[in-house]
T-cell receptor
Framework: AQSVAQPEDQVNVAEGNPLTVKCTYSVSGNPYLFWYVQYPNRGLQFLLKYITGDNLVKGSYGFEAEFNKSQTSFHLKKPSALVSDSALYFCAVRDGGFGNEKLTFGTGTRLTIIP | DTGVSQNPRHKITKRGQNVTFRCDPISEHNRLYWYRQTLGQGPEFLTYFQNEAQLEKSRLLSDRFSAERPKGSFSTLEIQRTEQGDSAMYLC????????????FGPGTRLTVL
């Protein structure tokens, strides 16, 4: 079984401040971890992923995420928030076992950047 | 380079009617996925295809739902005898090969069942 938890429904950050959106996961095998962003009435847009290797992953629009195996976390971060970062963010996991193709998503975190 | 496309973007139907959605994946992506997203929730996996073969179906996919990918290119998702609980955003995604690849999503089809 695989699952994802995003403990915060809403995160508010002042423009220019660093932001963190939290994600923890549970899988029985190796985790493949993803972050997506969703703008109103749009599909999901890929930000970054961790498959293997360096625990710090860099992605689109200045976002990065750190894989922490001992804490089973994959928090999304950005050093300086922009108003345009305001959107709905989803963490997703796939158990890396053979033949498993489905992504399991968290319930999402709404990020609001305050000017 | 075009992304995943889905049609229609919006569909309003009356309870009991049948609806069909279409997904065109990114060219040369041999895997195609369907997800359903209800308000306030993350997407939930429904089914996926490798080429024309449907390899996995979620328990969410009741017998009123059927998906096809007859030539390994576009896919259709049909819902028969729609119910109000079917109202959701239906998302399609594709990847080139599989497990470690990123799933790229289309804009979705929003279904409203009256």
């Amino acid at each position: 079984a695989q699952s994802v938890a995003q403990p915060e429904d809403q995160v508010n950050v002042a423009e220019g401040n660093p932001l963190t959106v939290k994600c923890t996961y549970s899988v029985s095998g190796n985790p493949y971890l993803f972050w997506y962003v969703q703008y109103p009435n749009r599909g999901l847009q890929f930000l970054l992923k961790y498959i293997t290797g360096d625990n710090l992953v860099k992605g689109s629009y200045g976002f990065e995420a750190e894989f922490n195996k001992s804490q089973t976390s994959f928090h999304l971060k950005k050093p300086s928030a922009l108003v345009s970062d305001s959107a709905l963010y989803f963490c997703a996991v796939r158990d890396g076992g053979f033949g498993n193709e489905k992504l399991t998503f968290g319930t999402g975190t709404r990020l609001t950047i305050i000017p | 380079d075009t992304g995943v496309s889905q049609n229609p973007r919006h569909k309003i139907t009356k309870r009991g009617q049948n609806v069909t959605f279409r997904c065109d994946p990114i060219s040369e992506h041999n895997r195609l996925y369907w997800y359903r997203q209800t308000l306030g929730q993350g997407p939930e996996f429904l089914t996926y295809f490798q080429n024309e073969a449907q390899l996995e179906k979620s328990r969410l996919l009741s017998d009123r739902f059927s998906a096809e990918r007859p030539k390994g290119s576009f896919s259709t998702l049909e819902i028969q005898r729609t119910e109000q609980g079917d109202s959701a955003m239906y998302l399609c995604a594709s990847t080139p090969r599989g497990a470690t690849d990123t799933q790229y999503f289309g804009p979705g089809t929003r279904l409203t069942v009256l």
